[in-house]
Each structure stands twice: as C-alpha cells, then as structure tokens.
C-alpha cells in the first residue's frame, strides 16, 4: 500500500487469521532488531478506514470457509526495502550469488535475534538492490511468528528461527561470529527495549501487555 508519507509498505491487518498478535510481534521484534544493528525494514503503523476496505474487493482474508473483509483501523506497516522502478528485490538467491550479499554475516545477528524473541516460524529474508548496485543487501522480514506467535510463550525449539538453506551461515565458525549484535543484545537497556514497543497500539494486543 502507498501511504500519506509517499511510502510503499507490506500492511498486515488486525484480525489476521494468523493472530492479531502477529502485527505488535512484529513491530517489537522488528524495532529490537534494528536497536541491534541489524537490517530490517523501516516499520510504522498505517490506519486504513473502512470505506478504503469496502471500495477495495482484494482486501480481504480467504479463509478455508470463504473470504471476510479486513477490519478497519491501525494495521501494521513494514516499508518496502526499494521501490519499483528503483531496483530488485528477490525472496530467494542461489548459492552462486550469495557472494555479493553485502551483509551476509548478518545471518547470524539475525538468529541471535530469532532465538532471543523465540522466533517460531523459519527466518525470512528479502534480498535486494539498487538498479546502478552491484551487490544485495539482506534485509531481515516478517518477525509476525516471534514470541511464538500469537501464544507469547517461549518454548524451546531449537530449529525454529533458522534460515532454510544452511549456506547463508558459512561464515560461522564460533562465537565471535556472533558479535557485535549478541553482544548489543545481551547489553540492550531496558528503556530501549520499551520505546521499541511503546507506539504498539492496545487493539494488537487485548488486555495483556505483557510479553
């Protein structure tokens, strides 16, 4: 969607048959990990009216029982890493090419991440570039499944979090390959860790806030 701000974003919506839940997970998880240097999409909350919803057929859920429309209101906005027209962006890169992945090392602060907000889903990546670049840049997406999901509990499950291909983790060869974003994580300040989720609306969320 285009917003006021001239932004194209990826809008998730209350009421998602995922979990509403889903939509301050994101945020949260999306905002930890920027505050831990990581790159992940810009991400800001988006209010759709109903009369957007019910002049738009294609806004809708398609459910095993039919379709429901989206519900109205503040929706969750994560920014289109580069516009059309003004480069590439790819969901999938052969081994072949992950030599020009800038930030390929950043598969591993990226898991550190997923294990400490207990990613339940595989770790998702947009791979992209601008048209005159040479090189793509990973940017880490859809942090929808973190705190496992809508249960907010943390169980432990190793493989959850992990990239589906094992090649994006072959500069991996001990701890240190983890730094400096275990490290901005084990060091985090709790302040930074509330202004992440302090603009999260109530309705994400319900009556618990905690996480």
């Keep these: 969607m285009r917003c006021s701000d001239g932004h194209l974003y990826v809008v998730k919506f209350q ?14 998880a999306t905002r930890l990990g920027a505050a831990a240097g990581l790159s992940v999409p810009e991400t800001e909350v988006v209010e759709v009216d109903g009369w957007l919803i019910e002049h738009t057929p294609e806004m809708k859920f398609e459910l ?14 994560s920014r289109l890493v580069v516009g059309p027209g003004e480069g590439l962006i790819y969901d999938y890169l052969p081994e ?8 390929l090392g950043s598969f591993a602060g990226v898991l550190a991440l997923d294990k ?4 339940a889903n595989g770790r998702q990546a947009a791979f992209w570039k601008k048209s005159r670049e040479r090189k793509f840049t990973a940017t880490f997406i859809d942090q929808g499944y973190c705190f496992n999901a809508g249960q907010w509990s943390f169980p432990d499950s190793p493989l959850r979090g992990v990239y589906a291909r ?3 983790y072959r500069e991996v060869t001990g ?15 709790e302040q930074t860790m509330w202004r992440a ?15």
């Excluded at 009421?15 to 949260?28: D, F, S, Y």
């Excluded at 095993?64 to 906005?77: E, I």
């Excluded at 701890?175 to 901005?184: D, K, T, V």
């Excluded at 989720?197 to 618990?208: L, M």
Aim: hydrophobic share 35%.
């Design 15 to 28: 009421g998602n048959p995922q979990h509403t839940r889903v939509l301050a997970n994101e945020m949260l």
């Design 64 to 77: 095993a029982r039919g379709s429901v429309p989206c519900t109205p209101g503040l929706q969750f906005g």
């Design 96 to 103: 072949h090419m992950l030599d020009r992945v800038r930030n």
């Design 116 to 119: 400490w907000t207990c990613n």
């Design 166 to 168: 094992n090649d994006v």
């Design 175 to 189: 701890w240190e390959s983890f730094h400096p974003w275990l490290g901005r994580i084990e060091t985090m300040a």
């Design 197 to 211: 989720a302090e603009e999260i609306p109530p309705a994400w969320y319900g009556e618990s806030s905690e996480l």
